[in-house]
């Protein structure tokens, strides 16, 4: 049986190069891959037009209705390509939506979705950081943002995402009134490692999606030291998703801690988590301006990555205990999803911490061994309830 996949999302997120990417360890999946963009170019050709990274967005904003029947006609090729194909998976990749200027340019209408009929969508991210910096080192970006970094404002980088989430959203929803049922929208960060998508797209039967819960608040710089090893020895049986894998909490956490040591300071100088070397400065007033979507998204984020999978690890290496840990279990026990809590302290946590930490099939226990926990949902995973 074929299966649909959209990958779609804000533009400059890295979707495609980390999708490629990730195919190259694929050689022996049966799927097929579609870049809409590709296809839009051959339209346009066979029209007498000439499509380009570079003025595609200004064509479609200055010639709507001739990029409309272009786009249309892309998917309509892709819609053949897919019946004529004996693959299994077919992944389609373009952006959601685009805002630029004085317009706004559609990756796909309601109508090219019913033509697709997704199965899944999963929209692809990045870090606003790293967002920044791939405008800043592509020439043809940087000019649009007249080659001054200072215009390049988080605010616009949050309400791209903004605007792309809510495009996919509200077609999805649409299109259930029309009869087709996505399986689920699931916003995927790029940090997370090629084999994890990999699993996601072609191995959830075998490696069942399983959030991965921990303290983070207070807790960056140890979150590198110690949960990448849990996550890689999780990773050997379930397709793991990390709310880790996108770093937009690090703005928040440096912007708190140095306004806290200084209120009348302007500049917020905020390092690279990833390298640890490269080291940006920006606005305070942007960042504040920016912060208050850009934690709500984090939540909603978080709650989505819960929503979509069969069980939730709570790695709680910290004793002292996380709000946001606390409020990803409780979410996770009213979409059904069994919860395991790896809790190694003689001190017993909040009595909310411990109901929420037993909810798992039959051993109805908090963990403190983390083999054991994985042990245990292996043992377990076909008892879960979540369907």
């Known amino acids: 049986m074929k299966e649909v996949i959209l990958l779609t999302g804000p533009p400059l997120n890295g979707r495609d190069e980390y999708i490629e990417r990730a195919l190259k360890s694929a050689d022996e999946e049966s799927y097929a891959y579609y870049h809409v963009f590709e296809y839009l170019k051959e339209v346009g050709k066979s029209r007498g037009v000439k499509i380009t990274r570079k003025n595609v967005l200004d064509f479609a904003i200055s010639h709507p209705d ?30 959601s ?166 209120p009348e300071i302007r500049k917020i100088r905020i390092k690279n988590i990833f390298d640890g070397e490269e080291v940006e400065e920006l606005e305070r007033e942007d960042i504040e301006q920016a912060t208050d979507i850009l934690r709500r998204q984090l939540v909603e984020r978080d709650f989505n990555l819960v929503d979509v999978s069969k069980a939730i690890a709570v790695y709680h290496y910290a004793e002292g205990i996380s709000a946001g840990v606390i409020s990803e279990m409780a979410e996770a026990y009213r979409t059904l999803a069994a919860i395991y809590l790896y809790y190694p302290f003689k001190r017993r946590p909040s009595p909310f911490m411990e109901f929420y930490g037993m909810q798992n099939p039959s051993r109805r226990t908090m963990f403190k061994d983390e083999d054991e926990m994985i042990n245990a949902m292996v043992e377990e995973k076909e008892y879960w309830a979540k369907a």
């Open 97 to 262: 939506l685009f805002r630029w200027g004085s317009g706004s340019v559609l990756g796909f209408t309601l109508s090219n979705l019913k033509l697709l009929k997704p199965d899944r969508v999963i929209i692809m991210l990045d870090d606003i950081l790293s967002v920044r910096r791939r405008i800043i080192n592509d020439p043809e970006w940087f000019e649009r943002f007249g080659n001054d970094k200072d215009n390049i404002k988080l605010t616009t980088l949050v309400m791209w995402r903004e605007d792309a989430i809510n495009h996919v959203k509200t077609l999805v929803h649409e299109l259930k009134k029309e009869g087709i049922e996505v399986r689920y929208i699931l916003q995927f960060g790029i940090r997370h490692p090629y084999q994890t998508f990999l699993d996601l797209i072609f191995h959830q039967k075998d490696k069942p999606p399983v959030y991965l819960s921990y303290p983070m608040t207070g807790h960056e710089e140890e979150y590198y030291h110690r949960v990448r090893g849990f996550y890689e020895k999780l990773a050997k049986y379930f397709t793991v998703l990390d709310p880790g894998a996108l770093d937009d909490w690090w703005i928040v956490a440096e912007y708190d801690s140095q306004v806290e040591k200084n």
């Open 66 to 95: 001739l990029m409309n029947d272009i786009r249309d006609k892309a998917f309509e090729e892709i819609r053949r390509d897919i019946d004529k194909s004996d693959k299994k998976f077919h992944l389609v990749s373009t952006p």
